[in-house]
């Protein structure tokens, strides 16, 4: 148990869809990340939130929609995705976003894109 | 380009000692990371090394050069729950994570 939960832990769409991940951590923290990591590749940051304020998009595209409604919680939320989209997201959280903070994740939801 | 290399894949003994090297090429740095993950579980945080020399936490250590742009993570007495994916991250002058794409390990009784 990091103190970092992601819901759902799968989940199957079809392209024409929308779907939301859910993202929620006990630990206190003020930042929060998403992040994609698919097969063999190094992890890819894609959105940061530091205090409920987006920091970071890291050239995601527009069918990828983050929400932050507080510290806690962050959402992703997804519509027309494309098969190449099909990979684990997982979120993390740390103290604040920068600074020699470690950064705890989630367990991740592993999306399939059809 | 910003780049972080690690082996993609390791195979070891239980009960022996393995060596999972990282190298990075990075815009300045701000410290190096080690996580864990294991097939379908969260990436755990292992170690952090932001001076050079050796870390040790139990059967883990790991180790920093900064001149020579180099870690690596330390696993003694190798045990079958270490089969697991070894994640190397570097810190860069912007405060931003660069990640290798992990050392899946294996360990064989």
């Known amino acids: 148990e990091t103190g970092v939960t992601q819901t759902p832990r799968h989940l199957v769409m079809g392209m024409t869809n929308k779907k939301s991940l859910k993202c929620e951590q006990h630990?206190?923290?003020?930042?929060m990340y998403w992040y994609k990591q698919s097969a063999k590749k190094p992890l890819e940051l894609m959105f940061v939130?530091?205090?409920?304020?987006?920091?970071e998009n890291n050239s995601v595209p527009s069918r990828f929609s983050p929400e932050c409604p507080n510290s806690s919680h962050l959402f992703l939320h997804l519509h027309t995705l494309q098969p190449e989209d099909s990979a684990l997201y997982l979120c993390?959280?740390?103290?604040?976003?920068?600074?020699?903070?470690?950064?705890?994740f989630g367990a991740g939801t592993r999306l399939s894109v059809l | 380009g910003q780049n972080i290399d690690q082996p993609t894949e390791m195979t070891a003994t239980e009960g022996a000692i393995v060596q999972i090297n990282c190298t990075y090429q990075?815009?300045?740095?701000?410290?190096l990371f080690w996580y864990q993950q294991h097939a379908g579980e969260a990436p755990t945080f292992l170690s952090y090394?932001?001076l050079d020399g050796l870390e040790e936490k139990g059967r883990f250590s790991s180790f920093l050069s900064q001149s020579k742009g180099y870690s690596y993570l330390l696993l003694k007495e190798l045990q079958m729950k270490d089969s697991a994916s070894y994640l190397c991250?570097?810190?860069?002058?912007?405060?931003?994570?660069?990640w290798g794409a992990g050392t899946k390990l294996i360990i064989k009784p």
């Open positions: 990075t815009s300045g740095f701000n410290g």
């Open positions: 939130y530091n205090f409920k304020e987006q920091t």
């Open positions: 991250a570097v810190r860069d002058s912007n405060y931003q994570l660069i």
């Open positions: 993390a959280s740390s103290q604040e976003a920068g600074g020699p903070n470690i950064q705890y």
């Open positions: 630990l206190g923290h003020n930042a």
């Open positions: 090394n932001v």
